[in-house]
């Protein structure tokens, strides 16, 4: 079995290039949320990890979809206290709870409460995808359409023209099989699903699986592997919308992110080919800036993808800090793009937890392969084929500078 490593794809695909960097753009973006209100907890079985006995992530109803499946929120908690809910109804990333330099818990990602919110008239027209797991090509396929050996084929044209997160029914509406468990790292959820060949007119029978594991060291790691029966494009990543402060925006956090490029795009948002250089410009977060900073200079705010500069293993891709709680996040992945996306389209319509959500009410960092590559020669390829392994991981860790 061919091992399909995202950050060996980078390799072959830089190789002739001296770097990339795209912009994909996210539609809007929410926080996610807590466990619902009035729901009962009932443990899981109990497994052996390295170090001992160690109790699985707990569950509980969270509510009906409207075709009436009964759906479930799995809570992962670590050592320190902190946890993460995370519902099988699009694999989303519901709620947060990461402790500040005073060490008190907080939310930091937007959501809602139950699947109702997620399922809202509201929600389905902003579309913005919070927590959720996106395929079965995360970001934007130019007018719906790529050729792949020697056949053309048509998706749904979701985004003005363009189809966007796998297009009028991605992974983020699906019910994945889900299964709580341990390791020798943390509490752990698998969850798996079947893409039928044809859905959303994509070719193949796609197995995917993703691990959510909850470290002991403070992390939200995420291990994702997919195997196809046709070529088919691929681009799996998740749509947490973050907000370290808790507050109403997230204009206050520095950000740092080591890439040196980005892939200019036209009025759609498809990548033109062009690399453009971050030097000089308000895209330039090499060194610590705050989002606000230059937000004005963006037309429409950030929603961009930038190229990250180590093309292979492991590497990082952003740090971000916020200065009221002292919370702090590392992002690393062995993909070679990020979509930095800071909640443009928010407008207050949508209300989860309390909060009302609206413009810049949190930021995305999603880890990925370049917009539209189907259709970009000179792009790391996201073609999977049988016999091959996908392969990616992606870490959030949580820390705090006093």
């Not at 997160?165 to 790292?185: I, L, M, N």
């Not at 308000?282 to 606000?292: E, N």
């Not at 690393?332 to 990020?338: A, K, N, Q, S, Y």
């Amino acid at each position: 079995m061919t091992n399909f490593n995202r950050a060996g794809l980078l390799t072959k695909g830089v190789a002739g290039l001296a770097g990339f960097l795209s912009v994909a753009s996210c539609n809007q973006s929410a926080p996610a949320t807590e466990q619902a209100a009035g729901t009962s907890q009932t443990m899981t079985d109990t497994t052996q990890t390295a170090s001992g006995a160690a109790t699985a992530p707990t569950s509980a109803s969270f509510g009906k979809t409207q075709d009436g499946t009964e759906v479930q929120l799995y809570t992962l908690t670590n050592a320190h206290g902190m946890k993460v809910s995370i519902t099988n109804f699009g694999g989303t990333i519901t709620s947060l709870m990461v402790p500040d330099k005073a060490g008190k818990l907080g939310d930091v990602v937007l959501g809602f409460d139950n699947v109702n919110g997620y399922q809202s008239p509201e929600f389905k027209k902003s579309n913005p995808y919070f927590g959720a797991l996106i395929g079965r090509y995360g970001n934007r396929i130019g007018k719906g359409k790529f050729t792949l050996d020697g056949k053309e084929y048509s998706l749904p044209l979701n985004n003005n023209g363009n189809t966007l997160h796998g297009g009028e029914k991605g992974f983020d509406e699906k019910v994945w099989q889900a299964e709580p468990g341990t390791s020798a790292d943390g509490q752990t959820l698998k969850l798996t699903y079947l893409s039928k060949d044809g859905e959303e007119g994509f070719p193949g029978n796609l197995n995917v699986t993703v691990v959510y594991t909850l470290t002991n060291d403070d992390a939200l790691k995420i291990d994702y592997s997919a195997s196809t029966d046709k070529a088919t494009p691929v681009n799996l990543t998740n749509h947490a919308y973050f907000n370290l402060s808790g507050g109403k925006d997230v204009l206050g956090h520095e950000v740092t992110m080591p890439a040196d490029r980005y892939t200019v795009v036209d009025a759609g948002l498809i990548p033109t080919g062009e690399l453009r250089p971050v030097k000089g410009t308000p895209f330039d977060f090499t060194s610590a800036h705050t989002i606000g900073e230059r937000i004005g200079q963006v037309p429409g705010g950030y929603d961009h993808n930038w190229v990250l500069n180590q093309a292979s293993g492991s590497h990082a891709a952003a740090t971000v800090y916020e200065p009221t709680t002292g919370r702090t996040m590392e992002v690393t992945t062995t993909e070679p793009g990020l979509q930095f996306y800071t909640g443009n389209f928010l407008d207050g319509t949508l209300k989860g937890k309390g909060n009302t959500y609206g413009k810049h009410a949190g930021f995305c960092m999603e880890t990925q392969h370049f917009p539209d590559s189907p259709n970009q020669p000179k792009f790391p390829s996201t073609i999977l084929k049988p016999g091959e392994t996908l392969q990616s991981t992606t870490t959030y860790k949580f820390g705090v500078r006093q």
